[in-house]
């Protein structure tokens, strides 16, 4: 089960990553060109949320079954520490991110919807994009799938 549960989840960062791209994208367009932020704008940003969601429930399942994962491992293994603490507290930053960003881009006014959806998605972003164990970290033992 571990094996489908990595893959599964490493597959699904893909998705997440392009949906982030393509709702970071989308509100800025709509921010600088200044046109409405509608309903299929805010679908763009509900499935980058729900598509998020869906890796963060992946990623708790593969927490309990990960040997990568050791509570109260030793921290001063790279490897143990970056999947025990630092990978789940940057990704449930980004998760939590992502979810406020989408709940007050709905509820602002129509001229800061795109502004609010931009900021917190691209910070959400970012932190994922530090938080992934890249296959160049060769310390961490990740790969491209």
Same mark, same amino acid.
């Given at each position: 089960?571990?094996?489908?549960?990595?893959?599964?989840?490493?597959?699904?960062?893909?998705?997440?990553?392009?949906?982030?791209?393509?709702?970071?994208?989308?509100?800025?367009?709509?921010?600088?060109?200044?046109?409405?932020?509608?309903?299929?704008?805010?679908?763009?940003?509900?499935?980058?949320?729900?598509?998020?969601?869906?890796?963060?429930?992946?990623?708790?399942?593969?927490?309990?079954?990960?040997?990568?994962?050791?509570?109260?491992?030793?921290?001063?293994?790279?490897?143990?520490?970056?999947?025990?603490?630092?990978?789940?507290?940057?990704? /449930?930053? !980004?998760?939590?991110? #992502?979810? &406020? *960003?989408?709940? @007050?881009?709905? +509820?602002?006014?129509?001229?800061?919807?795109?502004?609010?959806?931009?900021?917190?998605? /691209?910070? !959400?972003?970012?932190? #994922?994009? &530090? *938080?992934?164990? @890249?296959?160049? +970290?060769?310390?961490?033992?990740?790969?491209?799938?």
């Amino acid at each position: 089960m571990y094996p489908m549960l990595t893959h599964a989840h490493s597959g699904i960062r893909w998705v997440v990553l392009g949906l982030l791209i393509y709702a970071i994208y989308n509100s800025f367009s709509k921010m600088n060109g200044k046109k409405a932020f509608g309903a299929g704008d805010r679908k763009i940003n509900l499935f980058a949320m729900a598509a998020t969601h869906l890796q963060i429930i992946l990623g708790f399942v593969l927490y309990t079954q990960s040997p990568k994962v050791m509570a109260g491992g030793d921290m001063s293994n790279s490897m143990v520490r970056f999947f025990t603490i630092e990978h789940m507290a940057y990704m /449930l930053m !980004a998760a939590v991110l #992502i979810t &406020i *960003g989408y709940a @007050w881009s709905k +509820r602002t006014t129509d001229e800061k919807k795109a502004k609010i959806a931009f900021w917190f998605y /691209l910070i !959400a972003f970012i932190i #994922i994009m &530090i *938080g992934i164990p @890249w296959p160049f +970290r060769e310390e961490l033992g990740g790969g491209w799938f």
